[in-house]
């Protein structure tokens, strides 16, 4: 009898749960297995369930992630169209790179993973460049999102969990990566091995430019800077590259409304607003990241 994805993701976490520790106390957590059940749990007895799809639920009670399921929905769209592609591959390229002098297993932690279509692709594309052992793992505190990633991309580790407090075990990976997303850098240097790296992204200056010359009347809106994002990073890490990725994507009908619901700029945006922003309907949109890599 074949094992069911629960069964299979149980063993995963059982031969890496040596990465993951308790939110509540810190301690090491074991997988306990039985016919019906897969827990981890630690030495003062904290109990955290493998739910059905295969993810653990390692936050507190009472934290609650404001992103909803409808914007990662929107998200894993863009991502199978194409949006993300040219900066999943440089992502790629970069981690390749370093894995190709690594050590295995290549130990890859997403924070603030979503829905987990970025640590999928980039694992996919790394493997392609590299072959090498590549044990990745992503955190979110939404439920939503990560119950959507467990879904949607088996084989790799999925926690729901809060940064500020991450149930990740000290020095367990080689690579952070945290894209578009908020960033806690002690908790970073932390959960990083020494000589790790964090690869952080950024919107650029110009990123969907269109998009919020339409939304907004104001100069002050429609204009972006992460400076003062680099310069923090670089306060954390040896900053050791910073590249911009910068492409247009084109729009049509299914990713214009997909875009609309993703992204943030459209979070309490009045109806008139929102019918200037779907006039972009088959027009060319800006699309710019910043990458940074830092090493611990």
């Not at 429609?222 to 911009?244: G, H, K, M, P, V």
């Amino acid at each position: 009898m074949f094992p069911t994805r629960k069964e299979r993701q149980a063993e995963l976490l059982a031969r890496h749960s040596g990465m993951l520790r308790c939110p509540v106390c810190h301690g090491t957590l074991v997988l306990i297995h039985t016919d019906s059940t897969a827990s981890l749990v630690c030495a003062s007895r904290h109990c955290f369930d493998v739910s059905r799809h295969g993810y653990v639920h390692l936050a507190n009670a009472g934290y609650r992630s404001k992103y909803e399921r409808e914007m990662f929905d929107a998200r894993r769209t863009m991502a199978a169209n194409g949006f993300f592609s040219p900066l999943h591959d440089a992502v790629s390229q970069k981690l390749a790179e370093y894995a190709a002098i690594g050590d295995e297993p290549f130990c890859v932690l997403d924070a603030g993973c979503g829905e987990g279509s970025h640590l999928a692709r980039i694992r996919e594309e790394v493997s392609k460049r590299h072959p090498v052992e590549f044990v990745g793992a992503g955190v979110d505190l939404s439920k939503a999102g990560i119950a959507l990633a467990a879904k949607a991309h088996p084989g790799l580790l999925w926690c729901v969990g809060d940064l500020a407090n991450a149930p990740i075990a000290d020095r367990s990976f080689a690579v952070i990566l945290n894209v578009l997303s908020p960033s806690n850098t002690r908790e970073f240097a932390r959960m990083l091995k020494n000589d790790g790296l964090v690869i952080k992204v950024v919107p650029g200056e110009r990123y969907l430019q269109e998009l919020r010359e339409h939304l907004y009347m104001q100069p002050g809106n429609r204009t972006y800077s992460n400076a003062a994002t680099i310069e923090r990073f670089a306060t954390s890490f040896s900053l050791l590259d910073c590249e911009q990725v910068a492409y247009s994507f084109r729009l049509d009908q299914q990713n214009l409304a997909a875009l609309i619901r993703m992204t943030p700029l459209t979070w309490g945006a009045e109806p008139q607003q929102l019918a200037k922003a779907y006039e972009l309907v088959d027009r060319e949109i800006s699309v710019e990241f910043t990458v940074l890599v830092g090493r611990k």
